[in-house]
């Protein structure tokens, strides 16, 4: 399962630390959700998520300071626990010397942002959605092409690897080659990236190693890219029937989610690269209202129904 933490979170969104004794690269982020425990605060502590990042804002600041000394010392004990990864004051609010005296009793870091809460929520979740989504791992090669996500994927040695340096060479972006680590960061949405270890390189049998960012410049490469369009590369078989039209389209699933798959049939003399292009390009039209398949259907239909009302 993955895990973030709290000292990443602190970098990643420039977090001061209220609570600098407590060592907190060794506290875990395991859920993406977040939680503003205005209702535990109140004293109705029912379904209360512990194990999520609380956020207080200035709507239970508010509160909190309303409270009595022996009234807050209660709340406090029922909603800091040990099992929060951290809490975080927005609008640089500085909570109270029982607060914080109580969060490191129970080993619980105490943040603050000067970003309003609403701001911060929507970034804190987007950011936790990316870092802890369910992930998987296929053999292909993710290539930026013309702004759409193309996961070419094929057997070894079939020339995914190639096609991708032709592309680079043709003004699109290398994302990652050979092993392309797949998160769901929604139900709409998957995300690929490159592991580190391989990130920008790519493999080509008889040369070796190319660095693609090295060669081609920054603007050839780019770090995560969303996966719109699935293309499998498969040997030429001639008792094999290929859709010729595309009238239907064929799907392929990681994570529960459905993406567009083309199987490309490859023989000697097949520019792979234009390939690629053609078929991000047709599902960007696709995407924006425009069939050509179904366009030609229609004409089709058209010139029968003239045939017929001639006859």
Known sequence: MATVAVS????????????????VTKIKIAQPDINRPALQLAGYTEHFEKS?????????????????EEVRKERYDEVICEEAPCF?????LNPDPLFLEMARKKNVPVLSTKKSTSAFMAEIIRWLNVKLAPCVSVHGVLVDVYG????????????????????????????????????????????????????????????????????????SVRDTQSIDLVIRLEEWDKDKNYDRIGLEEEYIE????????????????????????????????????????????????????????EE
């Open 8 to 23: 990443t979170l602190i970098e990643k969104m420039e977090l001061t630390n209220l609570t600098p004794e407590i060592d």
């Open 52 to 68: 999520r990042v609380e956020i207080i804002g200035f709507v239970e600041y508010s509160y909190m300071e309303s409270l009595s």
């Open 88 to 92: 975080v004051f927005c609008r640089e």
């Open 148 to 219: 759409e996500g193309v996961l070419i994927t094929g057997e070894s040695g079939i020339g995914k690897s190639e096609a991708a340096l032709e592309l680079v060479k043709r003004g699109h972006r290398l994302v990652t080659d050979d092993v392309v680590e797949i998160g769901k960061v929604s139900d709409d949405t998957l995300i690929g990236s490159a592991p580190d270890i391989t990130k920008h390189l790519i493999e080509l049998r008889g040369i070796g190693i190319v660095d693609v960012k090295m060669l081609f410049g920054v603007s």
């Open 254 to 309: 990681y994570l529960g989610n459905k993406v567009v798959c083309h199987n490309i049939p490859i023989r000697p003399g097949r520019n792979l690269a234009i390939i690629c292009e053609s078929a991000a390009v047709n599902y960007r039209q696709k995407k924006m209202g425009y069939n050509a398949a179904k366009e030609l259907y229609a004409r089709v239909q058209n010139s029968l129904k003239q045939r017929e009302d």
